[in-house]
């Protein structure tokens, strides 16, 4: 499985963007994917995950209530959708597929930048 995050941009504090993961393989409903952020100077942060049926998904407390995440096995993607927007979210953003407990496979992320 190859993965492709899109759909970054700039954005006003408040307003939403939708990110996509896209994936390669037949084996994509296997995984359970996630989504992590990093700015310059810090470690990696997650933001969110959703198992391989799509049932169970987890957020990180900075982003519940605001960030959706949601996959289509039969499209190959995954979604973040981004709500209610703060400066704070600035990040590159990246989708990771999980094998076991460990997260082995990652795409090139894609930059959000909220402005105030």
């Known amino acids: 499985v190859q993965l492709q995050a899109s759909g970054g941009g ?5 307003g939403s963007l939708r990110l996509s993961c896209a994936a390669s393989g037949r084996t994509f409903s296997n995984y359970t994917i996630g989504w992590f952020r990093q700015t310059p100077g810090k470690e990696r942060e997650f933001v969110a995950t959703i198992n391989r049926s799509g049932v169970r998904k987890d957020y990180a407390d900075s982003v519940k209530g605001r960030f959706i995440i949601s996959r289509d096995n039969d499209k190959n993607m995954v979604y973040l959708q981004m709500n209610s ?14 094998w076991g407990k460990d997260y082995v ?3 090139q992320g894609t930059q959000v930048t909220v402005s105030s």
């Open 105 to 107: 496979l990652w795409g």
């Open 10 to 14: 700039l954005v006003r504090v408040g």
């Open 85 to 98: 927007l703060k400066p704070e979210d600035t990040a590159v953003y990246y989708c990771a597929a999980r």
